[in-house]
């Protein structure tokens, strides 16, 4: 009689080293999947009860990397705008990412495109936080004054997509600080806490030749934001950011608020958010000096940063704050159990448990010497970058498309 055998699971990623701390593992495991979900994890799982077995030895395998800040709204622009915004998959599974978290692309008047138009036709799971501006940053700025803020309609659109909006944007930027000061962000807080959701808060940039907005952050991390509200850009070295002291001072001169401190004893959440302009290694030293350990880093992403840098994509990130003395399993805890946790998403993201949608990076840890860039033009030199192989969405297994790096999206050195 000739023996058969039979095909339990549709995939089986095989061989791989297991970084989940939402269950404390970090080891040679095996991944069994079965209509879309996970359906084992365990070692030496046999190769003969999977339809197909994807070969992860030397790799990474995470749960599915959530990117919690980028701008994924691809096709709603104004006729007379420039494109700024990516197509989801370019920044999510096409960069081995399964989950991206618009962040106030859009707002109450024209959310239905990134609704009904965007995330359909996107293979990676697509979140949002609209924008508490009304037609969000398809218009910049999109806050002037009060007129452009429409809270009873924001509240509505939470209140009727909870399945997809999970929090509410905006940015403590000029003009709009100039004209309401501490009222933006407590018009924006009345929107989120009327749709049950968190704020994000973009702090920074503030222009130059308005320093008594740029005094805003302590009353903000002090008087507006609560347990579960994110700031994001804490690594920004703009004015308005999180760290004092005269901007291009030494990186000693440089000191963390302590109102930021504070907020996080509250349950404030700190995100890098580091974006084409929002980041420099002097101020994430400056953070990382002071006990600021960020809870999530995200990518910020947009047409101009993925095309002409200096940032790429969440795994080229995830390499830029190892560069900096972050640990491996500190960067993929940030994108995957914090960042679901950040999203109040725990149960369903950020770890590889039984029964749930088996959404899976596969990750290669690149020993070298590259060299990592930021926008103010300084670098900073690292042994380890991070290239994505594949993100597994649902059980299916999704293409790469590197995009303008062809060396797997690594920094000058690879």
């Known amino acids: 009689m000739i023996p ?52 992860a030895t030397g790799k990474v395998v995470t749960p599915g990397l959530v990117d919690i800040h980028t701008h994924v709204a691809g096709g709603l622009r104004r006729a007379d705008a420039e494109e700024t915004m990516l197509p989801p998959d370019v920044t999510g599974v096409g960069a081995g990412v399964t989950t991206v978290v618009d962040q106030g692309s859009t707002g109450a008047l024209n959310i239905g495109g990134l609704l009904n138009y965007v995330m359909p036709h996107a293979k990676t799971r697509v979140l949002c936080f609209i924008n508490v501006g009304t037609i969000g940053v398809m218009r910049a700025p999109e806050v002037r004054d009060a007129s452009d803020i429409d809270v009873k309609a924001g509240i509505a659109a939470i209140l009727a997509r909870p399945d997809v909006i999970k929090g509410v944007k905006f940015r403590m930027v000029s003009p709009a600080v ?25 702090v920074g940039d ?31 070295f703009h004015p308005g950011a999180l760290l004092s002291g005269a ?36 101020a994430a030293k400056a953070v990382l000096d002071a006990g600021i350990v960020p809870d999530t880093l995200s990518s910020d992403l947009t047409a101009g940063s993925r095309y002409a840098g200096p940032t790429y994509s969440l795994t080229e990130c995830m390499g830029k704050l190892m560069s900096v003395g972050l640990s491996l399993a500190d960067v993929v805890r940030m994108t995957t159990s914090n960042a679901a946790k950040a999203l109040r998403m725990q149960k369903e993201l950020g770890s590889l448990q039984t029964g749930r949608a088996a959404d899976v990076s596969v990750l290669e840890v690149v020993e070298g010497d590259f060299v990592f860039h930021d926008i103010t033009g300084a670098t900073n030199r690292g042994r380890r970058a991070v290239r994505p192989v594949c993100a597994v969405r649902a059980g299916e297994v999704m293409p790469l498309d590197y995009g303008p790096r062809p060396w797997g999206w690594l920094p000058d050195g690879a």
């Open 206 to 236: 503030i222009l130059k030749d308005d320093p008594a907005a740029a005094q805003l952050a302590p009353r903000l991390l002090s008087e507006v934001l609560t347990e579960g509200d994110i700031v994001t850009h804490t690594m920004s």
């Open 247 to 282: 901007i291009g001072a030494p990186g000693s001169q440089r000191r963390l608020l302590p109102e930021a401190k504070e907020a996080r004893k509250r349950g404030v959440l700190f995100d890098v958010g580091v974006g084409r302009a929002n980041f420099s290694f002097e």
């Open 178 to 202: 100039r004209t309401l000061g501490i009222e933006l962000p407590k018009l924006a807080k009345e929107m989120a806490d009327g749709g049950g959701v968190p704020v994000m808060v973009h």
């Open 4 to 55: 058969t055998f039979t095909q339990t699971y549709d995939l089986l990623i095989k061989g791989g080293r297991v970084l989940d701390a939402g269950q404390a593992i970090d080891g040679q495991r095996d991944i069994a999947i079965a209509a879309g979900r996970i359906s084992r994890i365990e070692a030496n799982i046999d190769p003969k009860s999977a339809r197909r077995v994807l070969d």
